[in-house]
């Protein structure tokens, strides 16, 4: 698949199937996520690798979560919650991590930062022809979530990328008119 090919037909797929990336695709994944444009060298972020029973720890993170928010939360919520990172075989957390009260880079530059990473992690994901899907969710934001991935006061949880194998079949790339975004200014 050709560059432009791939930046301009990448879709998310939501049905994800077994196997988990092995590890040259995940090599080329952070390859990919590693070149991200990244004002002052910072290197602004974490990836946490999560498979297997790795999963059913997070989907732990998630159910206290909402335990937190709710300590009424009837077991069907809180298994919901629970079992919300077992739709892949793999989720990768991307993680900014930001140095604050640097001037010349500020957080959001270094949210981006790690924004353009994740990016990077779909777009190797679907040009390896496995699938991907980016994902927030109330859970990134949330403070039993950020202690329990380790966050300090100013990182943020930037994604977390459902990936795996294909489960069904990409829906069609919406297409826009280029025209409705762009000004120029001539
Ligand atoms: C920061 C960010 C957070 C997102 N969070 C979610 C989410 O929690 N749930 C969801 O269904 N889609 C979420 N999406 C959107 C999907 O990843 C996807 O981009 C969208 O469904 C459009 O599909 P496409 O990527 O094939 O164009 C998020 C996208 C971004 C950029």
């Known amino acids: 698949m050709d560059a432009l090919t791939l930046l301009h037909e990448r879709s998310s797929m939501g049905k994800l199937a077994e196997p988990a990336p092995s590890a040259e695709q995940l090599s080329v994944i952070y390859q990919a996520a590693l070149r991200a444009p ?10 946490i690798e999560f498979s297997g029973e790795g999963r059913e720890r997070l989907g732990e993170l998630f159910a206290e979560a909402e335990f937190q928010e709710d300590p009424h939360a009837d077991d069907d919520t809180l298994n919901s919650a629970r079992k919300k990172p077992l739709r892949a075989p ?11 009260e640097l001037d010349k880079v500020p957080k959001m530059e270094q949210v981006i930062s790690a924004g353009c990473a994740a990016h990077g992690i779909l777009l190797a994901a679907h040009a390896q ?5 980016w994902r927030s969710g109330k859970y990134a934001f949330d403070s039993v979530v950020r202690k329990g991935l380790s966050l300090s006061e100013n990182d943020e949880v930037v994604a977390f990328i459902y ?12 297409e826009h008119s280029v025209a409705d975004f762009v000004e120029r200014w001539e």
Request: no cysteine; proline share 8%.
């Open 38 to 47: 990244d004002h002052k060298e910072l290197r602004p972020w974490r990836f």
């Open 90 to 100: 793999m989720v990768i957390a991307v993680i900014a991590k930001v140095t604050p």
């Open 129 to 133: 022809g496995l699938g991907a899907m």
């Open 163 to 174: 990936v795996g194998a294909l489960g069904g079949r990409h829906k069609p790339v919406a």
